[in-house]
């Protein structure tokens, strides 16, 4: 067996032992939860952004809150701000790529929404720009990061920082809390299937 299947699988586990063993992270989940159960409940909107492999797991989230996720339930209005192509390309070419969530969130977000923005290093440009924005318009900003959150932190109301460095680890647990928020707050808005 190629030793790159168990090593990967190993460090996975005991990044989520880790995480599983840190009370004082499992309650920064839970108030995430209760963020966004809040802002659902007084007809706000959450907004996501990441890029690259964060993109992903942005669009993921955002579409088991949007969609479904174990019960057959009204909508939640949660958008990943990266999906319109056009719009993307447009505002990268017209202003350059680091203003493509700003600019986006300054068009959606309105006092009292969240912004969910995940980057593992805390530190990308595109990221900072979007959570200053949202501070600006007054909108609860939580981060998805790895160890120590990066510039990030400081712009977050709530930081869900993963501790590790190794990136693709890193966005595994990001998946897990995303679907640990997703279940938190379809069972506490609409009960259990």
């Known amino acids: 067996m190629n030793p790159v299947i168990e090593t990967s699988i190993r460090a996975g586990i005991a990044l989520k032992q880790a995480v599983l063993n840190d009370p004082v992270f499992l309650k920064k989940i839970e108030q995430g939860a209760e963020i966004l159960s809040d802002v659902f409940r007084q007809g706000g909107k959450v907004l996501f952004c990441g890029n690259g492999g964060s ?7 955002a579409a088991e809150l949007s ?5 057959d339930r009204p909508p939640l209005y949660a958008e990943a701000l990266h999906v319109n192509s056009s719009y993307v390309t447009a ?11 700003s600019r986006m969130v300054e068009a959606a977000g309105r006092r ?10 805390g530190n990308s440009p ?4 979007a959570a ?8 609860t ?11 990030l932190a400081a712009h977050c ?3 869900l920082n993963v501790p590790a460095t190794d990136t693709p680890r890193i966005q595994e647990v990001h998946i897990l809390i995303g679907h640990i928020l997703c279940e938190i707050v379809e069972r506490g808005m609409f009960g259990k299937s």
């Open 91 to 101: 505002v990268a070419n017209d202003y350059g790529y680091d203003h493509v969530f």
């Open 55 to 61: 993109a992903a797991d942005a669009q993921h989230i």
């Open 112 to 121: 009292g929404d969240v912004l969910v923005a995940i980057s593992t290093s």
């Open 157 to 159: 109301d709530l930081l």
């Open 126 to 129: 595109g990221i900072l720009a």
């Open 141 to 151: 900003v939580i981060g998805m990061t790895g160890a120590g959150g990066g510039k």
């Open 67 to 71: 969609g479904r996720f174990y019960t």
């Open 132 to 139: 200053e924005k949202a501070r600006q318009i007054g909108m």
